[in-house]
């Protein structure tokens, strides 16, 4: 079993690996019992949603960590990918602007992620 840190890490090099953008890691445990973390990111248009979500599921099954919900794939812009101590936000970029996950869990720290993305 992962630890969510470990889980965190992972789904974000599965993202950078499909090419996300403006990847972010919101450390979450202290601000709500939600989740330890939420990943956030940016994809270019629907077809790149579906695809990152895709690996994210990949990679968390391979590794023993099945999702235990997934949400929004009719609504088109945003999908939400639910391991429990571990949620994936993927949006398009306007609904990123317009939900601001950042701002509303701006108590939350940010978590260094630079040494896990490619440049």
């Known amino acids: 079993m992962l630890t969510p840190n470990e ?8 993202l950078d690996s499909k090419k996300a953008n403006e990847i972010k ?11 330890d973390y939420f990943v956030i990111c940016t994809a270019t248009s629907t077809t790149h ?8 599921e990949k990679v968390m099954k391979e590794n023993g960590e099945p ?4 949400e929004g794939y009719r ?8 391991f429990g101590c571990v949620v994936v936000h993927i949006f ?3 609904a990123r602007k317009f939900y601001n996950l950042e ?3 701006q108590d939350a720290a940010v978590k260094d992620i630079s040494a896990l993305i490619k440049d």
Request: net charge negative; charged share 25%.
């Open 75 to 82: 609504a088109g812009g945003w999908i939400l990918v639910d």
């Open 25 to 35: 890691v919101l450390e979450t445990r202290d601000v709500t019992v939600l989740a």
């Open 7 to 14: 889980m965190a890490e992972m789904i974000v090099k599965a």
């Open 49 to 56: 949603i579906k695809s990152l979500s895709d690996e994210v």
């Open 92 to 94: 398009t970029d306007e």
């Open 103 to 105: 701002h509303l869990w």
């Open 67 to 70: 999702p235990l919900r997934t």
